[in-house]
């Protein structure tokens, strides 16, 4: 069973940094692209930014690339989403997702396993 679980939302002001965590189990697919997904208020949730499990490929969207990170350590089993120079367009719901697609893969209908979504909120 495929549980993921993030943390590290907040309020911050524009310009600021945030780290968000996702702790993973379940996953014995090294090879399982995990990815992180937004959904601002009113939106459609959308895709922020993807990697293999096993480090070796990364994807992110136009919108955060040069701003936002993602990496893992997996002694932890935990992915992580480091954000910078953030903005008010970048609040939202940030979820924490799992699937065996393609690290290419954008869409959130390939991606089967999600977290429970943090908040990220930035003021102007």
């Known amino acids: 069973q495929v549980q993921l679980v993030e943390s590290g939302g907040g309020l911050v002001q524009a310009g600021a940094s945030l780290r968000l965590s996702c702790v993973a189990s379940?996953?014995?697919?090294?090879?399982?692209?995990m990815g992180w997904f937004r959904q601002p208020p009113g939106k459609e949730r959308e895709f922020v930014a993807a990697?293999?499990?096993?480090?070796?490929?990364?994807n992110y969207a136009d919108s955060v690339k040069g701003r936002f990170t993602i990496s893992r350590d997996n002694a932890k089993n935990t992915m992580y989403l480091q954000m910078n120079s953030l903005n008010p367009e970048d609040t939202a719901v940030y979820y924490c997702?799992?699937?065996?697609?393609?690290?290419?893969?954008?869409?959130?209908?390939?991606?089967?396993?999600w977290g429970q979504g943090t908040q990220v909120t930035v003021s102007s």
């Open positions: 997702a799992a699937t065996g697609a393609s690290v290419r893969s954008t869409s959130p209908q390939s991606y089967p396993y």
């Open positions: 379940g996953l014995t697919n090294s090879r399982s692209t």
């Open positions: 990697m293999t499990w096993n480090g070796g490929s990364r």
